[in-house]
């Protein structure tokens, strides 16, 4: 018999158990949490919320719950700058012999781009990191292939310029720190060359 057979039965032959004793079973919900960085989220179970500390990789709520009784994981705040969510966080008691959920957070991430001007003809690749993107001609506007995470830094400049053609990022625009919103500011002025 496999495994996945096993654990259903041995949760009913618990559950007969304590029931022919006079008690009860009941269940801890709780589970794993990965990659949760910054302070500020909180799960709840019903109304009962959890506040998680960052760097935490694991969660128990306080409230045992009886066997039968739904349960229900949510995010009710997320952290700062994350987003965060859950699987196999619903579901009645019972099924299983522990409830674990799996919660799995991930920094914010945003678009970098901006707009374009004198760009005659094709060839224009920018460069952000290692990702690159070609600006067709003609194009008024540019965003990077990709997303920069909350807080890391970017830096679009020019990797091959168009033939015939200087582009130049103007200075001020082209790089910083990731904020929490799209970066569309960088501007590129294409001239004669």
Do not use: W
């Amino acid at each position: 018999m496999k495994l996945s057979c096993l654990r259903p039965l041995a949760a009913l032959l618990l559950t007969l158990g304590l029931a022919a004793c006079g008690g009860k079973a009941s269940y801890e919900v709780g589970g794993t949490i990965s990659g949760l960085n910054n302070e500020g989220l909180i799960l709840a179970n019903g109304g009962e919320p959890l506040p998680i500390p960052a760097g935490k990789t694991s969660f128990t709520f306080a409230k045992r719950i009886d066997y039968g009784t739904q349960y229900d994981i949510t995010v009710q705040q997320q952290p700062a700058h994350m987003t965060c969510g859950i699987s196999g966080g619903s579901g009645s008691a019972g099924h299983y012999i522990n409830i674990s959920a799996a919660v799995t957070c991930s920094q914010n991430s945003y678009t970098v781009g901006g707009t374009i001007s004198g760009l005659t003809v094709d060839g224009l690749v920018l460069i952000n990191g290692s990702t690159t993107t070609t600006v067709a001609k003609d194009a008024t506007t540019f965003t990077m292939a990709g997303s920069v995470a909350y807080g890391d830094t970017y830096g679009v400049s020019v990797s091959v310029q168009p033939k015939g053609l200087l582009c130049v990022v103007q200075s001020g625009t082209g790089g910083g720190t990731m904020g929490e919103a799209n970066v569309t500011a960088v501007k590129i002025a294409c001239n004669p060359g």
